[in-house]
């Protein structure tokens, strides 16, 4: 996704320099990489904002949880629908290296910051989160405050 993100700014940042065209080859070219980006993120990135909520969730607050990653997903789809076109008259060509910095966050974000669920149960999640070398921080705190309060 990043290759292709990378090669279709470059290819407009050299195409419409100072032109405000394209060549039909090289047209075709950003229809293909854009196309294979489309299927990347179709395989890997489209699915993961539906199936890590689910499966990061206690089953206490999955419902819950699930309904607000949903809405916030459709909140930044509208808001990146609603902007793109603005960005790409200002960004040109730059948009696509916008967009490839943020696959680069994404993958740095799931790499080092979500927890491994393989082979977990959903009932010990609460654990993973309060393992982790990060979360531990954020979620043991919370966790102990609960526990004190006796509600679990």
Not at 74 to 97: P, Y
Request: proline share 3%; with cysteine.
């Amino acid at each position: 996704m990043l290759v292709s993100q990378v090669m279709v700014g470059g290819i407009l940042a050299a195409q419409l320099g100072d032109h405000s065209a394209v060549s039909k080859g090289y047209a075709y070219l950003v229809i293909v990489l854009i196309s294979v980006y489309v299927a990347g993120f179709g395989w890997s990135w489209g699915p993961l904002g539906w199936l890590v909520p689910s499966e990061i969730f206690p089953l206490e607050i999955r419902s819950a949880g699930q309904s607000i990653v949903v809405a916030v997903s459709f909140l930044f789809t509208f808001i990146v629908a609603q902007t793109f076109l603005t960005m790409l008259c200002h960004f040109k060509s730059g948009i696509f290296f916008f967009f490839g910095g943020w696959v680069v966050v994404m993958t740095a974000f799931v790499y080092f910051l979500l927890p491994e669920t393989k082979n977990v149960p959903i009932e010990q999640m609460d654990k993973v989160w309060r393992e982790h070398w990060f979360w531990k921080e954020i979620v043991g705190e919370a966790y102990e405050d609960v526990k004190k309060q006796g509600i679990i």
